[in-house]
C-alpha cells in the first residue's frame, strides 16, 4: 500500500463533507473515483494529495504516518503531484508553467528543457511551448496542466476529472497514453472521473462515493458488474432496478416471476441490464427463460442507442436497441411488443 | 500663474546646466528614498505574506491596525523617531540624529505600513488557486509564496512605487531627524519646504518639478522591468 | 518636556575617518564629534546669514558646520537633549531660563534689528506714524482691520504679546476678540503671505519681510519703539560634544571682522542694513 | 522616551475631559479629509475604471505618469493650489484661500493619483473573467464595471483607506492653502506641525494619537461594513 | 433566421483563429458546435455572444444587420445570454449570483425570487440559495452559472460545454430539462460539445469545425450518419474509413471488393460503422453481402463495449461488439474468423 486514508472525516463550515473514509491505493494502482456531483471526491483528493488536512483521521505513506506538518509532510506531498478539476494556470509561457515543479526541485537546465519537451509531446501540445499560458483554448489549458503535474514523475499522480474539455479523439489517444505510463513507469493514479468509459478502459480499482461515503470499492469490474446497492446498481447505468422477494421458484416483483440464476431468499433487489432485453413482434421459443408482453410506452434516443419503456402489467422495462434495430423491427409507441431476457442476464443483491 | 512658467524655466536651467547643488540634492534624495524602499520592501512585504498566509485571532484586527497606520502623520514618524535617537533617547549614543541614515530609518518606518497592508490586499486578490497549484506540484511553503507573490507582481510592484513615493515626497521625517542641514542632509523636499518658506515660489517648484522627474524614472524603470520580466 | 542630564558621553570611535571625509559633499563624515551643530531661528536662517558666514567659519576651523534651523522653542529645546551645539535665537527671557536651568553657558549678544508692523499701503486702520502700544490699541478698538499674528510661540509671537501686555491688554482677551484677529501658525514667510493676501496687518521681523518685500503689497507702517527692538544672541550649550569649537563659534560671531561682515549684510542686494552689530555693547533687549 | 508616556496621558486627557479645542480640530479635520476622499473616490475610482477598461495610444505612459505622481510631494500641489486661487491667481475672485474647502480641493488633487492608479491596479488583478461573465449576461458598460469593482472591492476599499490616510496625514496642503488659522483652517496635523515647532514634543504627539484614533475608527467602519455587505 | 454569421474571421495575435465562417441560427433550434479541442468554438461562440468583435465580416438578428457599437448592440446582447466553458462565479451566495441577470433589468423583489427559485429546482440546485459561491463543488458550479443564464429567459442561449462537469445521472437529468424547455419555451440553443451523446440526444441541426473552419453543418443526423469528409467521418467516431475507387461492380479497398448501395464513381471514401460488422466462426448464408476471412489482431475494451481489429488480406477492419457477445463467441487474439456486414451499412462519400 502506497497510501492509506484511516477514518478520514471532513468538516467545512460546520457541514461533514466526508465521513469515515477509508481507503487504501496500492502501489502501481490506477484507481478510479466516481460518485454523484457533490458527493465529496474533490475535497477527498485534496485530503489525498496532502493539500488540506482532515478534521479527522489519518494517513500513512508507504505504512508511515505521515505527520500534520514539518519536512517530512512536504518530502511526501513533493511524491505526488494533483491536477484540479479548475486547473489555473500560472501567467506567462506554456513552458515556463510546465518546467515549474523541475525548477523548485533544482533540475538542471538541460534535463528540464528535454523533460518539458517530452511530456509536451505526450499531451499533444508540441511547438506550444512558447504560448502565453492565458491564450489557450479549453482543451489545451487542460493538457497543460496535466504536463505540468507528469513532468514532475511523481509516484502518485491525483487527477481531478483530468479529461473534461477534450473531444473524444484526443481524449481516447491520451487516456491510451497514460495508460501506456501508468504500466510502463507504475506510477499510482487516483482519478476522479465522471466518466464511465474512462472508468473501464483505464481503472483497475476504484470507489464510488455517495454523500461523503464510500458506498463501495473494489475492482473496476467488480463495481461495474456486482453492484452491491441499489444506488450503486442506478449509479453504474443499470436502468431496470427493482425491489424484489426472492424465493425458489424465482423472484417476485410486483406481479412478474422473474426466473434468475443466484439463490438468494427473501428481500432484495434484482436489476436487468436495458441491453440484454430483447424486443420482437411475435413470441419465439428460444433459450431465454423471461417472457413477458408488454406496450411501448416511449422511445427516447440516448446518444447512438435508443431506449425503449415496455410497460408490463406494473412494471416499466428499459430496453435499448440500435437504430437498425429500431427501423428493422419498425417499434412505433402504442404499439403491443414482447420482450424476452436470459435469467443469467439478470443481476441480483 | 506666470510662476510656473518661470518655475519649468528654471527647473530646465538647474537640469541643463547641471547645477551641482541641485544635483547634489537630488542624487541624495534618491539614495535616501530608493534604499528605505529597498529596505521597507525586503522586510515588510514578507511580513505581508506571513500576515496573509498565516491564520491567527486578531488578524482582521490587525490589519485594520496597518490601515489604520496609511493614516500615520510624518511629523508624527519624524517625532518619534526624533525621540528615540536623539542624545537623550534611548538609541542616542549611535548619534544618529541628523543623518542621512537616520532619514532613512525613519522613511522605512513611514512606508512600513504601506507595503504590509498593499501586499496583503494583493495576496488576497489572489485567491486560494494559484497557492494550491504551487503546492499541489510539491512547493515548499516559502516557493509557493515567492510564487503568489510573483503572480500577483503587478500589484506589489503598485506597492512598492506607492511605499516609494511617499519617501521620496515626505518632509516631516526629513525634517525632524534630518534637520534639513544643507549638504548634508538636505533633500528636495526639504529644500522646497525651505524656499517656501521663503517665498521663492518659482524655485521650489522648480524643485518639485526635478522632483517629480526622478519619480517619473524610477516608476518608468520599474514598469519597464516588470513587462520585460514577462 | 525631555528633561535629561547634560550628560559627557565617550567620544565615539569614528573619529579615523573624520580627516579624509571632511569637506567632500557626498560622501559626509559620519561622527557628530566633527560637526558643530548650531540651532538658528528660522527668521535669522532665512535671511541667508548663515549660509554666508558658515564656510568661512568652517575654512578657518577645519570643521564641519551643521546649520541647522526651526523656531526659538524648538532651538531650545534640541540644546536641552544634547542635540546641538549652539543655538543663536532672539527671546531674551527664554535664553535667560535656559542658561539659568545650566542647559547654556552665557548669554552673549552679537546682533540686533528692529521688528515692524506691517499692511497694506493705504493703511486702513490708519497706523501709520504710531507707536507699536498705539498701534495695537488702535485695531483692537477698530475691530475691522485685520490682523494675523505668527500665533506659534515663536520669537516673533512672543514679541506681539509683550506689545500687547504693554498696550494693556490680556493677551486671551485679544486672541478671542473677534474675527480682526487672525491666528496662523505658520512661519514668518507664510504669516507675510496671508497677511498680503488679506490685506491684513502683521508683525514681522526685518529680515524676513526684506526677503519677501518684493513679492508681497506690504509697507512697514510702524517701525519706531523701543520694544520693537530684535537682539540675537549666541548661546554656547553646555553638553556640547565640541564645548571648544562651541567657543570658537561664539568667538567667530563676535569678532571685529565678523561684526563688520554682520553689519553690512544685504546692504548692497537689499539697499538696507538688515543686522546692526552689536557684540559688547550692552544692548540686551526687552 | 517619557515623553511618550506622556504623550498617552495628554491625549487620554483631551479625550477624556473633552477639550474643545482639540475636539474642534479633531472634527475639523475628519471633515475635511472624508469629504476629500469621499469626493476624490466619486471622480478618480471611474477615471480609473475609464483608462483601465478603455484601449488607446499611450495608456501604459499614462499608467507611468499616474504612479509617478504618486510621488508628488504636498507642499508642490499646496503651491501649486495656492497659485491658482491665490488673489493674484486665475480663481482669485473665488475668494477660496485659507478656507477649508481650499484645502479640501488641495487634497483631493493631491490623493487623486492613489485613488485612480490604485483603481487601476485593483481592476487589472481581476482579469477578464468577471467582466465577460457580467457582459454575457446583458450588462452594460456601466453595469459590468461596477460589477468589477464590487468584485475587486476589498482592493477598492484599501486605495479608499490609502486616500483617507494621506489626505488626513499631510500637512503641506493644509498649510499653504490653509494656512493654520485658528479656529477656522487648523487641523490635527498642522495643529501638531505647530506643535512641533514650539517644542511642544509630548502635546504634539498626543495630537498624533488622537489622529491615529480617528483613522481607526474610519478604518475599522470601512472594514466592517465591507465585511457586512459580504 | 434569429442570428446570421456571414464571413466571420477573427485574428489574435497574427494568428487566424476564424476563417471566413458562415453559420445561421434558425430560431428554436438547438444547434450543436462540435470539433476538436482548439478547432475555434470558444472564440466562434464569444462573436456569437457579441462578447467580441470579429476581425472580419458580419452578423444580423432576425435580419437586421448588429452594429459594432451603441445601444442597439446591447439591445440583442441582452436578449443572450452566455454559460462559459470555464465559468467563474460572484462573489456571494448562489442566489446573487443567479439574480444578478435579473437585478440588472430592473426586475421586481417578487418576480426575482420566484423565477431563481425556480430555476434552482431545475438544476437541482433546490436549497443551495444562501450557500457561499466559493464553497461549492465543481458540478455545483457549473449549474450554478447555468441557472444564472436560464433565469434571464434569453432569445438565444450559449452554452459552451455546459456538463463537462457532471456525473451521467444528473447530466442526463438536465439535458432532458434542457430540451423540455426548448421545446416548451423555443429559446434557440447554441451549445458547443464534445459529447456526442449529448449532441445525438439534443441537437436538432448543428456543425462541426476544423482550424477554425466550418468543415460540415446541417442536421444531426447528416452529421453523424452522413459525414462529408474523411476528417468528419472520422470526428465522429466512424472507425474504418478507407479511400476507395468506385466502379460499377463495387468499391475496390486495397485488394478487397466492398459491394454498397451507392451509384458513386470514381475516386473517393467509404466507411463500415464497426457496430454494423458481424463477426462470427463459421461463415453461414445470410442477407449481407459482403464477407470476409479475417484474424483477430487485438482485443480492446472502449468503455461497456469492446473493440476487435481483424486482419482482412491488407485491411485492418474493426467491428465492436458486447461483452456477453465476446465471451460467447469465446474470441481470442490471433484467431481466425469471419466478418460480414450488409452492403447498405457502407456509408459512401
Ligand atoms: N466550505 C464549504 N461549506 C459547505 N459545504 C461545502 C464546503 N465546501 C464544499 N462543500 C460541499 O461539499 C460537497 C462536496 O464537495 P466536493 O467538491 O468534494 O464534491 P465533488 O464530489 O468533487 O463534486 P463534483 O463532481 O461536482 O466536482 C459539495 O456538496 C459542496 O457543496
Ligand atoms: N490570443 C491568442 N493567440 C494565439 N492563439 C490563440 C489566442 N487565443 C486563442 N488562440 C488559439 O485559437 C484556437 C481556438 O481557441 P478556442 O478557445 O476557440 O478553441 P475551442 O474550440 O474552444 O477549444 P476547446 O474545445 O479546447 O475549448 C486555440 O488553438 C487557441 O490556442
Ligand atoms: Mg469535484
Ligand atoms: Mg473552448
Same mark, same amino acid.
Given at each position: 500500500?502506497?497510501?492509506?486514508?484511516?477514518?478520514?472525516?471532513?468538516?467545512?463550515?460546520?457541514?461533514?463533507?466526508?465521513?469515515?473514509?477509508?481507503?487504501?491505493?496500492?502501489?502501481?494502482?490506477?484507481?478510479?473515483?466516481?460518485?454523484?456531483?457533490?458527493?465529496?471526491?474533490?475535497?477527498?483528493?485534496?485530503?489525498?494529495?496532502? +493539500?488540506?488536512?482532515?478534521?479527522?483521521?489519518?494517513?500513512?505513506?508507504?505504512?508511515?504516518?505521515?505527520? @500534520?506538518?514539518?519536512?517530512?509532510?512536504?518530502?511526501?506531498?513533493r511524491?505526488?503531484?494533483?491536477?484540479?478539476?479548475?486547473?489555473? +494556470?500560472?501567467?506567462?509561457?506554456? =513552458?515556463?508553467?510546465?518546467?515549474?515543479?523541475?525548477?523548485? !526541485?533544482?533540475?538542471?537546465?538541460?534535463?528540464?528543457?528535454?523533460?518539458?519537451?517530452?511530456?509536451?509531446?505526450?499531451?499533444? +501540445?508540441?511547438?506550444?511551448?512558447?504560448?502565453?499560458? $492565458?491564450?489557450?483554448?479549453?482543451?489545451?489549458?487542460?493538457?497543460?496542466?496535466?504536463?505540468?503535474?507528469?513532468?514532475?514523475?511523481?509516484?502518485?499522480?491525483i487527477?481531478?476529472?483530468?479529461?473534461?474539455?477534450?473531444?473524444?479523439?484526443?481524449?481516447?489517444?491520451?487516456?491510451?497514453?497514460?495508460?501506456?505510463l501508468?504500466?510502463e513507469?507504475?506510477?499510482?493514479?487516483?482519478?476522479?472521473?465522471?466518466?464511465?468509459?474512462?472508468? +473501464?478502459?483505464?481503472?483497475?480499482?476504484?470507489?464510488?462515493?455517495?454523500?461523503?461515503?464510500?458506498?463501495?470499492?473494489?475492482?473496476?469490474?467488480?463495481?461495474?458488474?456486482s453492484?452491491?446497492?441499489?444506488?450503486?446498481?442506478?449509479?453504474?447505468?443499470?436502468?431496470?432496478?427493482?425491489?424484489?422477494?426472492?424465493?425458489?421458484?424465482?423472484?417476485?416483483?410486483?406481479?412478474?416471476?422473474?426466473? @434468475?440464476?443466484?439463490?438468494?431468499?427473501? @428481500?432484495?433487489?434484482?436489476?436487468?441490464?436495458?441491453?440484454?432485453?430483447v424486443v420482437?413482434?411475435?413470441?419465439?421459443?428460444?433459450?431465454?427463460?423471461?417472457?413477458?408482453?408488454?406496450?411501448?410506452?416511449c422511445?427516447? !434516443?440516448?446518444? $447512438?442507442? =435508443?431506449?425503449? $419503456?415496455?410497460?408490463?402489467?406494473?412494471?416499466?422495462?428499459?430496453?435499448?436497441?440500435?437504430?437498425?434495430?429500431?427501423?428493422?423491427?419498425?417499434?412505433?409507441?402504442?404499439?403491443?411488443?414482447?420482450?424476452?431476457?436470459?435469467?443469467?442476464?439478470? @443481476?441480483?443483491? | 500663474?506666470? #510662476?510656473?512658467?518661470?518655475?519649468?524655466?528654471?527647473?530646465?536651467?538647474?537640469?541643463?546646466?547641471?547645477?551641482?547643488?541641485?544635483?547634489?540634492?537630488?542624487? *541624495?534624495?534618491?539614495m535616501?528614498?530608493?534604499?528605505?524602499?529597498?529596505?521597507?520592501?525586503?522586510?515588510?512585504?514578507?511580513?505581508?505574506?506571513?500576515?496573509?498566509?498565516n491564520?491567527? *485571532?486578531?488578524?482582521?484586527?490587525?490589519?485594520?491596525?496597518? #490601515?489604520?497606520?496609511?493614516?500615520?502623520?510624518t511629523?508624527?514618524?519624524?517625532?518619534?523617531?526624533?525621540?528615540?535617537?536623539?542624545?537623550?533617547?534611548?538609541?542616542?549614543?549611535l548619534?544618529m540624529?541628523?543623518?542621512?541614515?537616520?532619514?532613512?530609518?525613519?522613511?522605512?518606518?513611514?512606508?512600513?505600513?504601506?507595503?504590509?497592508?498593499?501586499?496583503?490586499?494583493?495576496?488576497?486578490?489572489?485567491?486560494?488557486?494559484?497557492?494550491?497549484?504551487?503546492?499541489?506540484?510539491?512547493?515548499?511553503?516559502? #516557493?509557493?509564496?515567492? /510564487?503568489?507573490?510573483?503572480?500577483?507582481?503587478?500589484?506589489?510592484?503598485?506597492?512598492?512605487?506607492?511605499?516609494?513615493?511617499?519617501?521620496?515626497?515626505?518632509?516631516?521625517?526629513?525634517?525632524?531627524?534630518?534637520?534639513?542641514?544643507?549638504?548634508?542632509?538636505?533633500?528636495?523636499?526639504?529644500?522646497?519646504?525651505?524656499?517656501v518658506?521663503?517665498?521663492?515660489?518659482?524655485?521650489?517648484?522648480?524643485?518639485?518639478?526635478?522632483?517629480?522627474?526622478?519619480?517619473?524614472?524610477?516608476?518608468?524603470?520599474?514598469?519597464?522591468? #516588470?513587462?520585460?520580466? /514577462? | 518636556?525631555?528633561?535629561?542630564?547634560?550628560?559627557?558621553?565617550?567620544?565615539?570611535?569614528?573619529?579615523?575617518?573624520?580627516?579624509?571625509?571632511?569637506?567632500?559633499?557626498?560622501?559626509?563624515?559620519?561622527?557628530?564629534?566633527?560637526?558643530?551643530?548650531?540651532?538658528?531661528?528660522?527668521?535669522?536662517?532665512?535671511?541667508?546669514?548663515?549660509?554666508?558666514?558658515?564656510?568661512?567659519?568652517?575654512?578657518?576651523?577645519?570643521?564641519?558646520?551643521?546649520?541647522?534651523?526651526?523656531?526659538?522653542?524648538?532651538?531650545?529645546?534640541?540644546?536641552?537633549?544634547?542635540?546641538?551645539?549652539?543655538?543663536?535665537?532672539?527671546?531674551?527671557?527664554?535664553?535667560?531660563?535656559?542658561?539659568?536651568?545650566?542647559?547654556?553657558?552665557?548669554?552673549?549678544?552679537?546682533?540686533?534689528?528692529?521688528?515692524?508692523?506691517?499692511?497694506?499701503?493705504?493703511?486702513?486702520?490708519?497706523?501709520?506714524?504710531?507707536?507699536?502700544?498705539?498701534?495695537?490699541?488702535?485695531?483692537?478698538?477698530?475691530?475691522?482691520?485685520?490682523?494675523?499674528?505668527r500665533?506659534?510661540?515663536?520669537?516673533?509671537?512672543?514679541?506681539?504679546k509683550?506689545?500687547?501686555?504693554?498696550?494693556?491688554?490680556?493677551?486671551?482677551?485679544?486672541?478671542?476678540?473677534?474675527?480682526?484677529?487672525?491666528?496662523?501658525?505658520?512661519?514668518?514667510?507664510?504669516?507675510?503671505?496671508?497677511?498680503?493676501?488679506?490685506?491684513?496687518?502683521?508683525?514681522?521681523?526685518?529680515?524676513?519681510?526684506?526677503?519677501?518685500?518684493?513679492?508681497?503689497d506690504?509697507?512697514?507702517?510702524?517701525?519706531?519703539?523701543?520694544?520693537?527692538?530684535?537682539?540675537?544672541?549666541?548661546?554656547?550649550?553646555?553638553?556640547?560634544?565640541?564645548?571648544?569649537?562651541?567657543?570658537?563659534?561664539?568667538?567667530?560671531?563676535?569678532?571685529e571682522?565678523?561684526?563688520?561682515?554682520?553689519?553690512?549684510?544685504?546692504?548692497?542686494?537689499?539697499?538696507?542694513?538688515?543686522?546692526?552689530?552689536?557684540?559688547?555693547?550692552g544692548?540686551?533687549?526687552?
Amino acid at each position: 500500500m502506497i497510501l492509506e486514508l484511516e477514518n478520514i472525516s471532513q468538516r467545512k463550515n460546520g457541514q461533514r463533507i466526508l465521513s469515515d473514509v477509508n481507503l487504501s491505493f496500492s502501489k502501481g494502482a490506477f484507481f478510479v473515483l466516481m460518485g454523484p456531483t457533490g458527493c465529496g471526491k474533490t475535497t477527498l483528493l485534496r485530503v489525498a494529495g496532502l +493539500l488540506d488536512k482532515p478534521s479527522f483521521g489519518r494517513m500513512k505513506y508507504q505504512s508511515e504516518p505521515i505527520p @500534520h506538518r514539518g519536512k517530512e509532510r512536504l518530502h511526501v506531498r513533493r511524491r505526488m503531484a494533483t491536477v484540479f478539476q479548475r486547473p489555473v +494556470l500560472f501567467r506567462g509561457s506554456v =513552458f515556463s508553467n510546465v518546467e515549474w515543479g523541475l525548477r523548485i !526541485r533544482g533540475i538542471s537546465e538541460d534535463e528540464i528543457s528535454r523533460k518539458v519537451s517530452q511530456v509536451l509531446v505526450m499531451v499533444d +501540445l508540441e511547438g506550444y511551448g512558447d504560448r502565453d499560458s $492565458s491564450t489557450l483554448s479549453g482543451g489545451e489549458l487542460q493538457r497543460v496542466a496535466l504536463a505540468r503535474a507528469l513532468v514532475i514523475e511523481p509516484s502518485i499522480l491525483i487527477l481531478d476529472e483530468p479529461t473534461t474539455s477534450l473531444d473524444p479523439n484526443l481524449r481516447f489517444n491520451l487516456l491510451r497514453r497514460l495508460k501506456d505510463l501508468h504500466s510502463e513507469t507504475g506510477i499510482t493514479f487516483i482519478m476522479a472521473t465522471h466518466d464511465f468509459t474512462d472508468a +473501464l478502459s483505464l481503472g483497475t480499482t476504484g470507489a464510488v462515493m455517495r454523500n461523503g461515503r464510500i458506498e463501495q470499492t473494489g475492482t473496476i469490474d467488480e463495481i461495474f458488474y456486482s453492484p452491491s446497492t441499489p444506488f450503486m446498481a442506478s449509479f453504474v447505468g443499470m436502468k431496470n432496478v427493482f425491489p424484489a422477494e426472492f424465493s425458489e421458484d424465482g423472484a417476485i416483483v410486483e406481479d412478474l416471476l422473474i426466473r @434468475h440464476t443466484s439463490n438468494k431468499r427473501g @428481500h432484495g433487489f434484482l436489476a436487468i441490464p436495458p441491453g440484454a432485453i430483447v424486443v420482437s413482434r411475435e413470441t419465439t421459443v428460444t433459450s431465454e427463460r423471461n417472457h413477458f408482453a408488454g406496450t411501448i410506452i416511449c422511445i427516447e !434516443r440516448e446518444g $447512438s442507442i =435508443f431506449s425503449i $419503456s415496455v410497460n408490463c402489467g406494473n412494471l416499466l422495462m428499459i430496453s435499448s436497441v440500435t437504430r437498425s434495430a429500431l427501423s428493422e423491427l419498425d417499434l412505433t409507441e402504442g404499439q403491443d411488443i414482447h420482450i424476452s431476457f436470459k435469467a443469467s442476464a439478470v @443481476h441480483v443483491f | 500663474m506666470p #510662476q510656473l512658467l518661470e518655475a519649468f524655466r528654471i527647473a530646465l536651467d538647474m537640469i541643463v546646466s547641471g547645477d551641482p547643488v541641485v544635483f547634489s540634492i537630488a542624487f *541624495r534624495t534618491l539614495m535616501i528614498s530608493v534604499t528605505a524602499t529597498v529596505i521597507a520592501a525586503l522586510i515588510f512585504i514578507p511580513v505581508g505574506c506571513l500576515i496573509h498566509f498565516n491564520r491567527f *485571532r486578531g488578524k482582521r484586527f490587525l490589519v485594520s491596525i496597518i #490601515q489604520t497606520l496609511f493614516s500615520v502623520p510624518t511629523v508624527l514618524v519624524g517625532m518619534l523617531v526624533f525621540l528615540l535617537i536623539s542624545r537623550a533617547g534611548p538609541l542616542g549614543s549611535l548619534g544618529m540624529l541628523f543623518s542621512p541614515g537616520a532619514i532613512v530609518l525613519g522613511e522605512v518606518l513611514l512606508i512600513a505600513p504601506i507595503l504590509t497592508g498593499l501586499t496583503i490586499s494583493a495576496l488576497s486578490g489572489m485567491g486560494r488557486d494559484v497557492a494550491d497549484t504551487a503546492l499541489s506540484l510539491g512547493a515548499g511553503q516559502l #516557493q509557493m509564496v515567492l /510564487k503568489v507573490l510573483s503572480e500577483s507582481r503587478y500589484m506589489v510592484l503598485t506597492a512598492v512605487l506607492m511605499g516609494f513615493g511617499r519617501a521620496v515626497s515626505e518632509i516631516g521625517v526629513a525634517i525632524i531627524i534630518g534637520g534639513n542641514i544643507s549638504g548634508y542632509t538636505r533633500t528636495l523636499t526639504t529644500a522646497i519646504a525651505l524656499g517656501v518658506g521663503k517665498g521663492e515660489t518659482s524655485a521650489s517648484i522648480a524643485l518639485g518639478i526635478i522632483l517629480l522627474a526622478l519619480a517619473m524614472i524610477v516608476s518608468v524603470t520599474v514598469n519597464t522591468l #516588470q513587462h520585460s520580466e /514577462k | 518636556g525631555g528633561q535629561s542630564e547634560p550628560s559627557a558621553e565617550p567620544a565615539m570611535e569614528q573619529t579615523t575617518e573624520i580627516a579624509e571625509d571632511a569637506g567632500n559633499e557626498s560622501v559626509p563624515p559620519r561622527a557628530s564629534v566633527s560637526r558643530l551643530r548650531v540651532a538658528t531661528t528660522t527668521s535669522l536662517y532665512d535671511t541667508g546669514l548663515w549660509s554666508y558666514l558658515e564656510p568661512m567659519f568652517e575654512e578657518e576651523y577645519g570643521v564641519e558646520l551643521d546649520v541647522l534651523y526651526a523656531g526659538t522653542g524648538k532651538a531650545l529645546e534640541w540644546g536641552r537633549r544634547g542635540d546641538v551645539d549652539v543655538i543663536t535665537v532672539h527671546s531674551r527671557s527664554r535664553e535667560e531660563q535656559f542658561v539659568e536651568e545650566g542647559y547654556g553657558l552665557e548669554r552673549v549678544t552679537f546682533a540686533y534689528n528692529y521688528f515692524l508692523i506691517v499692511g497694506s499701503p493705504d493703511d486702513p486702520a490708519g497706523l501709520e506714524g504710531m507707536t507699536p502700544e498705539d498701534a495695537f490699541t488702535t485695531l483692537m478698538q477698530n475691530g475691522e482691520a485685520i490682523f494675523v499674528s505668527r500665533g506659534d510661540d515663536s520669537g516673533t509671537h512672543g514679541k506681539e504679546k509683550a506689545i500687547w501686555a504693554i498696550a494693556g491688554y490680556d493677551y486671551e482677551d485679544v486672541r478671542t476678540s473677534g474675527d480682526w484677529y487672525v491666528e496662523g501658525g505658520s512661519g514668518m514667510g507664510p504669516t507675510l503671505v496671508m497677511a498680503d493676501e488679506m490685506r491684513a496687518y502683521t508683525l514681522s521681523d526685518m529680515g524676513t519681510y526684506i526677503t519677501y518685500r518684493s513679492d508681497l503689497d506690504l509697507e512697514p507702517v510702524v517701525d519706531q519703539g523701543d520694544i520693537l527692538l530684535n537682539v540675537y544672541s549666541v548661546l554656547e550649550v553646555t553638553s556640547s560634544r565640541n564645548p571648544e569649537m562651541a567657543a570658537n563659534l561664539r568667538e567667530f560671531l563676535t569678532s571685529e571682522t565678523v561684526q563688520d561682515l554682520i553689519g553690512n549684510y544685504g546692504v548692497v542686494e537689499y539697499g538696507i542694513q538688515l543686522f546692526t552689530p552689536c557684540a559688547g555693547e550692552g544692548i540686551q533687549g526687552i
